[in-house]
């Protein structure tokens, strides 16, 4: 297929798995509040989840948000806490808890590393805010690996929208048949790219039923098994 460029999701695709860290990020958001704060720390969790909430509701015409200092910001004031020095406190609390929990899935570093060398472009398509993403991408050994990061943020709009797709694809300098996308959600990461022309590799490692679609797709059960996939391809 003459393939140009890899474009690999991240949560849960090239780490496993985002869930298990953001539940144990909201245990430690709840001794935060309690040892920081004074407060109970069920109570600010609820508010935090509360809060989430209510910011998409209130703007169903944006992109959905994904700033965690606004949920705990509005969960503070919620509380009667100082918003203002407490909220990226929060926010922090949170995301070194993700990261903790974080586990490079086996074959991640060898791919993109011959993908490198024969010179196929490799971009991280992601819903998220950019900041973090890139914090990922550290945490987990693979800044110096990527050659380009395409943030929700970045593209106005969440996967399955097609902007992410064609901005990776300018970044990247090829066209939609010459690129493949792997990830672990079927609508958002397989299905958009394929919106947009883009082959898709669905990473099913939780043994979801088939879903229907007519177009080909090609789909694996590990990291490992994509990987294998992908370098036929090259």
């Known amino acids: 297929m003459g393939l140009k460029a890899v474009f690999f999701d991240l949560d849960d695709t090239l ?3 985002f869930q298990a860290g953001d539940a144990y990020a909201y245990e430690r958001l709840a001794v935060w509040a309690e040892q920081e704060l004074g407060i109970s720390g069920k109570d600010f969790v609820q508010a935090f ?3 989430r909430h209510r910011l998409g509701r209130q703007q169903p015409g944006m992109p959905p948000v994904h700033d965690r200092v606004l ?3 509005g969960a503070l004031e919620r509380l009667g806490c100082n918003a203002i020095r407490y909220a990226r406190k929060a926010h922090r609390v949170y995301w070194d808890a ?3 929990k974080m586990e490079l899935r086996p074959g991640v570093s060898e791919l993109l590393d011959d993908l490198r060398q024969v010179g196929v472009k490799t971009a991280i398509c992601t819903d998220m805010l950019a900041d973090i993403q890139m914090e990922k991408l550290e945490y987990l050994g693979l800044a110096d690996r990527v050659d380009y990061l395409v943030s929700s943020e970045e593209a106005g709009m969440d996967k399955p929208g ?3 797709f064609w901005l ?3 970044k990247c300098g090829c066209l939609p048949h010459e690129a493949v996308m792997v990830g672990d959600n079927f609508r958002h990461d397989v ?5 947009v022309g883009v082959a898709g590799v669905w990473l099913n490692w939780t043994g979801l039923p088939q879903p229907q679609d007519d177009r080909p797709y090609h789909q694996v059960e590990t990291f490992e098994q994509a990987a294998d996939y992908i370098r036929t391809l090259l």
């Not at 299905?191 to 919106?195: T, V």
Request: aromatic share 8%.
């Open 162 to 164: 097609s902007p992410i």
């Open 71 to 73: 949920f705990a910001q």
């Open 15 to 17: 780490y496993s798995s």
């Open 98 to 100: 993700v990261l903790e």
């Open 49 to 51: 989840h509360a809060n």
């Open 191 to 195: 299905q958009g790219a394929m919106d």
């Open 168 to 170: 990776a694809l300018q």
